[in-house]
Every structure is written in C-alpha cells, then in structure tokens.
C-alpha cells in the first residue's frame, strides 16, 4: 500500500512558475512509476508526465513538453513537477499517481494509487 500526498499548488499568474511535490509512503518507492494527471472543471483527468523508478526516463504530454519538467528523490521518496511558463489552460487539481512497475505508464487506468490532489489556478 502506497499514500501519495500532493503539496505546492497555488495561484500564480502566466507566465509564472510552481513546483509541485507528491510525498510517498512506503520502502518501495524506487520500484515505483511515477506520473502526474490534472483535470480541470467539466473535463476528463488527462496525462501530464511520467517518469521511470530510477529518474532516467520521463515522458511528457505535448501540451507541457519544453515547460514541465518531471524528477525524483527516491532517498526522499518524492516526486516533483516543475512547472514553468503556466498559462490560464493550466489550471487544473494535478494528482501524482503510482504504479509498481519498470515501464512508463501513461493511461490513468494503469495507476493503483492516487493522491488527493492540489490546486493549480493561473490567472491571466
């Protein structure tokens, strides 16, 4: 059993930056694919980012590719998002999600854990 605990959501304006974190419990975490979802009112919670258990490899949505940026501190069982240059279609709760696995996973059924979310606004 894992339970993710996101922190660092806020407000911010375009073109300003966040650092979102997702604290994990456990001592398997480093067996653990990573990925960040969000889901903005009225829609469907779509893929943000993934990354690998060991922090060599992460995948990004096109929407985020070049402003988001994925990493890990498996010694701090903690996974980061990086988020630069928001925009206002940023806005969204974002949720850090877990998999024991060795693959990049980017469906939102592949995941079996999940956290509570933060809060991500940016004005324009």
């Known amino acids: 059993q894992v339970q993710l605990v996101e922190s660092g959501g806020g407000l911010v304006q375009a073109g300003g930056s966040l650092r979102l974190s997702c604290a994990a419990s456990?001592?398997?975490?480093?067996?653990?694919?990573m990925g960040w979802f969000r889901q903005a009112p009225g829609k469907e919670r779509e893929f943000v980012t993934t990354?690998?258990?060991?922090?060599?490899?992460?995948y990004y949505a096109d929407s985020v590719k070049g402003r988001f940026t994925i990493s890990r501190d498996n010694a701090k069982n903690t996974v980061y998002l990086q988020m630069n240059s928001l925009k206002p279609e940023d806005t969204a709760v974002y949720y850090c999600?877990?998999?024991?696995?060795?693959?990049?996973?980017?469906?939102?059924?592949?995941?079996?854990?999940w956290g509570q979310g933060t809060q991500v606004t940016v004005s324009s």
């Open positions: 990354i690998s258990r060991g922090g060599g490899s992460s």
């Open positions: 999600a877990a998999r024991s696995s060795a693959i990049l996973l980017r469906g939102r059924y592949e995941y079996d854990y």
């Open positions: 456990g001592r398997t975490f480093s067996s653990y694919t």
